[in-house]
């Protein structure tokens, strides 16, 4: 009787072992699959809420557009806007001090135009700053009063000035790099380096246009106008959004495609050798020449919107190669202008940007620029021979652009560049995703055979993984 007893109860004991051991084995089993559904729910939540919205595409309809003018610059300045600006995908205002005289002529125009606002009363706020214009607070108050428009599913505000000209594709393009739920203030510098010493290498220039996040427009909006209280003393309306944004800890991101352009003259170099980013936008375009010979400014910007509006963006990008048989080196900077060099020149030597143009300022001591330049050489007959942009077409083999021959400079041996009349070029359209974005390659080309003599064929292509452009 002993033993059944002590039989039964070492059973006993077994069972409550293998009882307990199962039950740890479920509640580790339940602990795992806890923690699994609930990373897997974290994880999930943080790609909807994060990642889901960096790729999913930034259209123009979610974005709006601050544009500041006054009444007497706006029925000049508006011929720049008419340029790019598409009524039917587009919102924002432009903001006046009040109608313009030719408020008539303006409803005529508002096909093709934004909606004119009329700005908030800023004289409560001081402005100290000796010889400037208090505008620069009514223009700075436009980030305030277009976030105060309301507008639904915002996810970016750009600002710029009446005659800053925007590529709409591009802008959309360069902002989709970024999540619009994070703190963004985007834009660029002048390319003088005293200018960016004298107001801040952090601070975007507002000629060139600069893009804020929704949510961070949203709190600037908030807090602005005790900003501007701090800030009498700044000159201008950029100046004091910075001066704001820096106060909230934002600091700037830098897109080499919006430009400044604090300089006079010739645009040439700078359109020439753009950066291989898209481009966005063009500035002071009264205060150069115009950017084709024989057009007017304007003309000469509808001119270079025909190829932009066909593929906006491989607008200006530079793509440089090699005529082995005569030696030349061939830059195209597409929809735009061609040079060749009648002599071989190493890429490097290609890149930097041609001094066709002065410094913003006259009377100062030689500029210094944010970018590497080149003297143009002294002898004529040493540069390159230029063909601007006469002609796009778009077809099933690709699209087909066509320059011609400026000028001749002087008369050279029958291997000079200068005797070709006409430069075809023949390319896809440049359609990049968001990693080709971010980490940008410059693209090849090659010299086909031509059919005559005076004309020379270029065909670009994406290179080789190990390509590199030389003289092979």
């Not at 903001?95 to 409560?124: A, G, K, V, W, Y």
């Not at 060139?208 to 949203?218: E, H, M, N, Q, V």
């Not at 896809?428 to 020379?456: F, N, T, W, Y």
Request: charged share 20%; net charge neutral; glycine share 4%.
């Amino acid at each position: 009787m002993q033993f059944l007893r002590s039989t039964i109860k070492a059973q006993s004991s077994s069972y409550l072992i293998n009882l307990l051991l199962i039950s740890s084995s479920l509640c580790i089993i339940f602990l795992f699959v806890s923690l699994f559904l609930v990373g897997s729910y974290r994880t999930s939540d943080l790609l909807s809420s994060s990642s889901h919205n960096v790729y999913a595409p930034v259209s123009l309809e979610q974005i709006v557009f601050g544009i500041a003018s006054n009444e007497n610059s706006w029925p000049k300045k508006k011929e720049y806007v008419k340029l790019w600006w598409r009524p039917e995908k587009m919102r924002g205002c432009v903001f006046l001090e009040s109608m313009p005289p030719d408020s008539d002529s303006q409803s005529n125009d508002s096909t093709f135009l934004p909606p004119i606002c009329i700005s908030e009363d800023t004289s409560r706020f001081r402005y100290t700053y000796k010889g400037g214009l208090r505008s620069a607070i009514r223009v700075a108050r436009v980030v305030l009063e277009t976030v105060a428009l309301n507008h639904s599913d915002v996810r970016w505000y750009v600002f710029g000035d009446d005659d800053t000209v925007f590529l709409p594709d591009n802008l959309v393009k360069t902002l989709s790099k970024y999540d619009h739920g994070l703190w963004y203030y985007i834009g660029s510098n002048s390319e003088i380096h005293e200018q960016n010493r004298y107001f801040s290498f952090e601070m975007a220039f507002g000629g060139a246009g600069f893009a804020i996040s929704a949510p961070l427009a949203k709190v600037l909006a908030k807090v602005f106008d005790s900003c501007i209280e701090r800030y009498p003393h700044l000159y201008g309306s950029d100046a004091r959004i910075y001066s704001c944004l820096a106060e909230l800890g934002i600091s700037l991101t830098r897109e080499p495609g919006f430009h400044q352009f604090d300089v006079r003259g010739n645009l040439f170099g700078l359109l020439a050798s753009h950066p291989t980013a898209p481009l966005v936008s063009v500035h002071h375009l009264d205060h150069v020449e115009s950017i084709f010979p024989n057009l007017t400014k304007v003309k000469a910007l509808e001119h270079l919107f025909e190829a932009a509006n066909v593929d906006q963006g491989r607008i200006l990008q530079k793509t440089v190669c090699y005529d082995r048989w005569f030696s030349w080196t061939i830059s195209v900077s597409w929809g735009y202008a061609v040079q060749v060099f009648g002599r071989h020149m190493n890429l490097p030597d290609v890149l930097p940007v041609q001094a066709t143009f002065q410094q913003w300022k006259k009377g100062h001591p030689k500029p210094a620029y944010t970018f590497n330049t080149r003297e143009l050489h002294p002898d004529p007959c040493q540069r390159p021979t230029i063909f601007f942009l006469e002609n796009v077409t778009s077809g099933s083999d690709g699209i087909r652009t066509s320059y011609r021959k400026s000028y001749e400079n002087c008369s050279l041996d029958m291997a000079s560049p200068r005797k070709l009349d006409e430069i075809r070029v023949l390319s896809h359209k440049l359609e990049l995703d968001i990693a080709q974005l971010r980490a940008p390659r410059r693209h090849c080309c090659d010299v086909l055979p031509s059919s005559a003599g005076q004309v020379m064929d270029i065909a670009i292509r994406e290179c080789k993984e190990e390509e590199l452009i030389h003289m092979h």
